[in-house]
């Protein structure tokens, strides 16, 4: 069948620059009317012009011209091939682990989102993989930790939630000496900051719940692949698990990514003065935050991103604290999750870390002292005087 398509034709926008991209995405209007704001298809069907012409749509779980906008979006902020939105994070990294086999090796950070770890451990362990959790920080970890069946390298960085850094350069040679795919979870940094595909990963994701959305309004997940070697796999995804982002959540997330540029400098430069002041506290012992000269990983954050984000991890002086602080703050909301214009703060031991293992949490400083926080773009001074009211 012949397809005659007004949404095939879009500009890869490359003579712009990146705060100019998010706004206009990939198609921006739509061809066909003109409307600025991109159409939500809410449609599960597409009607053909004839017996042997279409539109090249032929059904919404294959393809969407809404879910389409915001994947080729996703693709240009991401400098790369082609973009895929999932249901979630989650169900990105499903279909993501769909390319393993029986027998595979596969290699993940050792501090990584607790949903991840799960997807490996309960479903893809129980198929015949075998995963292995290393601290890329320390790049010689990783050398000796690679096999002649490593398939894939995953990498978080920042990781959540310890905020370790690790050098995406370096990790893609090692992941790439032994034919392994390296894949980075860019969550926490966004293409804003950082872009994996730029500095050798073969594939990009997100759970696009986060700062893509920004407005904790969304569940929703990315893949973005370097070039079409993964193409086909992710297409059978989308096509076979039904797991692709519907109209409507890819619409807010389009809608969303306009102001990306704007609200990662807040969330960042809030970030800066509320882990500086936190440092202060006598209450804190520890802040875990990529953006101190002093943290293990600043050069390699200098020469691979260009803003640290806005997450911060803390560990305070007792459980009592913990429990104050969780139940005591007013404008800063206690619940999961990140990466929206909200500041929340986590409660890792047993929120978003609770499948991890005991000793692995104890191991990598997750104990009950610990909180995470998601800076939001709120005015830093009622940031602080609230985590000042409720540290008491
Ligand atoms: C939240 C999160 C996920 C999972 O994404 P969902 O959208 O919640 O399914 C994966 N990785 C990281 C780093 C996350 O923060």
Redesign the pocket.
């Known amino acids: 069948m012949r397809a005659e398509c007004y949404y095939d034709d879009y500009d890869k926008k490359e003579n712009l620059h990146f705060d100019s991209k998010v706004v206009h995405g990939a198609l921006g209007c739509d061809p066909m009317t003109g409307s600025l704001s991109f159409p939500i298809f809410q449609t599960a069907t597409y009607k053909h012009r004839s017996f042997d012409v279409s539109t090249g749509y032929l059904y919404s779980r294959l393809q969407n011209p809404t879910r389409q906008e915001l994947e080729r979006t996703m693709a240009i902020l991401e400098e790369g091939f082609e973009a895929f939105a999932f249901t979630?994070?989650?169900?990105a990294?499903m279909a993501l682990f769909g390319m393993l086999k029986d027998g595979d090796h596969i290699i993940l950070s050792d501090d990584l989102?607790g949903?991840?770890f799960r997807i490996a451990e309960d479903i893809f362990r129980e198929l015949g993989c075998d995963f292995e959790y290393v601290d890329m920080s320390d790049i010689e970890n990783l050398e000796a930790a690679m096999k002649d069946n490593t398939k894939m390298v995953f990498l978080?960085t920042p990781t959540?939630p310890m905020m370790r850094v690790s050098d995406i350069r370096k990790v893609a040679e090692v992941a790439h000496k032994w034919n392994a795919v390296f894949v980075v979870?860019n969550?926490?940094l966004t293409p804003y900051f950082q872009k994996p595909l730029t500095l050798g990963a073969d594939i990009v994701t997100h759970?696009?719940?986060?700062y893509i959305c920004g407005h904790n309004d969304v569940?929703?997940?990315i893949v973005v692949i370097k070039d079409d070697t993964y193409s086909d796999h992710f297409h059978m995804q989308l096509k076979s698990r039904g797991n692709g982002l519907g109209p409507m959540d890819s619409w807010l997330l389009i809608r969303g990514l306009k102001t990306l540029s704007l609200r990662m400098e807040k969330h960042n430069s809030n970030a800066k003065i509320v882990a500086e002041w936190l440092r202060k506290h006598p209450k804190v012992k520890k802040v875990y935050y990529a953006g101190f000269e002093d943290h293990k990983g600043y050069q390699i954050s200098l020469s691979q991103t260009t803003g640290f984000g806005g997450m911060i991890s803390f560990e305070l002086d007792s459980l009592d604290t913990a429990r104050k602080l969780l139940s005591d703050v007013k404008m800063i909301l206690f619940a999961e999750?990140?990466g929206g214009t909200e500041t929340l703060v986590t409660y890792p031991l047993t929120q978003t870390h609770e499948s991890i293992p005991a000793d692995i949490r104890e191991k990598l400083g997750i104990n009950e002292r610990f909180i995470r926080i998601s800076i939001g773009i709120e005015d830093p001074r009622d940031i602080i005087a609230d985590l000042e009211q409720a540290l008491g």
């Open positions: 979630s994070g989650q169900a990294h989102y949903g991840t978080e959540n979870d969550t926490f759970s696009g719940t986060k569940i929703a997940g999750s990140l």
